[in-house]
């Protein structure tokens, strides 16, 4: 997703996912289960301190990009990992994760034809705040976070498909520890332009197949018979025509088979800012 001088990129298993257009809004394929990590890259030639929201959770402190290359940590790019928490002395992160969302009703296609889509869930936005180069004045902690870890909510089959969303993020099960990164006297550092002002914003939307074969992405399409997404199923490619059932006592028919068709902020995995008294 490239907005401006920004870029937004999120990866499962280090590839990049497919992103679809729809109603002027950029969407990733989102499969359930896979850990992802989010990329944000920066073109221009300014400072800036960046957040990434999931849904509006805050997902770490800010990381720090400066295109002047004038800083202690002159980085374009940041990764966005997890969920990153400051406890006792150490950093905890959790993994983004795509889940699927619990179900609650039978399979009903009467409201299929409906086109309600909400795109207030399901929704990556990375904030870009002004910078400007400062001097640590002494040695001090990288500044910390508690991200809002709870998990969303069960949503019916109807929502899912009438509300537009069928997974959301959530955090992995496994974790990781490190210490605080210090910011030595010395250092410099992107800091907080005065007002902290909001200079670019870029969101990008994840939805997983059950989502975009409503919109007739990927060459599938919602099977009404083949019950709750939540199972596993539910899609069907477009092309895979239903084999038709034989009578009984009906002879098969013989087929001829011979023939063929043709990084992070501070360098360190720290979160970017430092702890300033």
């Known amino acids: 997703m490239r907005q401006g001088k920004w870029e937004l990129v999120v990866l499962v298993d280090g590839t990049p996912l497919a992103e679809y257009q729809i109603e002027g809004r950029t969407v990733v394929a989102a499969p359930p289960g896979k850990e992802f990590t989010v990329e944000a890259r920066y073109f221009g030639s300014e400072m800036h301190q960046t957040s990434l929201f999931i849904d509006e959770k ?21 990764t966005f990992a997890g969920w990153n928490k400051f406890e006792s002395g150490q950093v905890i992160q959790s993994p983004f994760v795509f889940e699927s969302t619990a179900t609650q009703e039978a399979n009903s296609c009467e409201w299929c034809a409906e086109d309600n889509t909400d795109w207030s869930r399901n ?21 910390g976070h508690a991200p809002d870890l709870r998990r969303a909510g069960a949503v019916s089959e109807k929502e899912l498909i009438k509300g537009g969303f069928s997974s959301s993020a959530g955090a992995g099960s496994q ?38 074969a409503r919109k007739g992405i990927e060459g599938l399409k919602w099977d009404e018979t083949a019950g709750s997404s939540s199972s596993g199923s539910g899609l069907r490619p477009e092309t895979a025509a239903r084999q038709a059932k034989r009578p009984r006592n009906e002879k098969p028919v013989t087929i001829d088979l011979t023939g063929s068709d043709d990084e992070d902020a501070d360098g360190y995995g720290g979160s970017g800012g430092v702890l300033l008294d």
């Open 175 to 212: 974790k990781t520890f490190r210490a605080p990164f210090t910011w030595r006297a010395g250092m410099s550092q992107v800091g907080q332009l005065p007002g902290d002002p909001l200079q670019a914003e870029v969101t990008i939307y994840y939805r997983d197949n059950l989502f975009l």
């Open 58 to 78: 805050s997902t770490t402190a800010r990381k720090l990009i400066d295109g002047t290359a004038t800083t202690t940590f002159a980085h374009t790019t940041n």
């Open 123 to 143: 929704v990556i936005t990375l904030r870009a705040y002004g910078g400007v180069r400062e001097v640590i004045q002494h040695d001090a902690p990288e500044a």
